[in-house]
């Protein structure tokens, strides 16, 4: 790939990550102005819920900067934190 497209592609994963969490920021922020819970509570499950999908964010980007990632050597245990953290999270 040319490394313009290249620039381009990477820019075009930020971004499309960048508006995933700001719409999931946004629409979660709705649906807790829709609960009767205190004003303490909302903040501090909206503190959780909107960190952990961050934090699992820049963990899967370091983890990729990593070159951990690229190692076929060892696959599935090199997409076992980007795979099963987030079905554990779901299941659980």
Known sequence: MDPPLYLIAQ????????????LFVREFQKG???TGWDARQKKRYFLTMVMTPILWA?????WS????????TLFPFNLMPVI?????VAIF
Request: proline residues 3%.
């Open 11 to 22: 820019a075009g994963f930020l971004l499309l990550t960048l508006v995933y969490i700001s």
């Open 32 to 34: 807790l102005k829709l």
């Open 58 to 62: 820049v963990f899967v980007t370091a």
């Open 65 to 72: 900067l990593s070159g951990r990632m690229s190692d076929f």
């Open 84 to 88: 099963v953290l987030p079905l554990f």
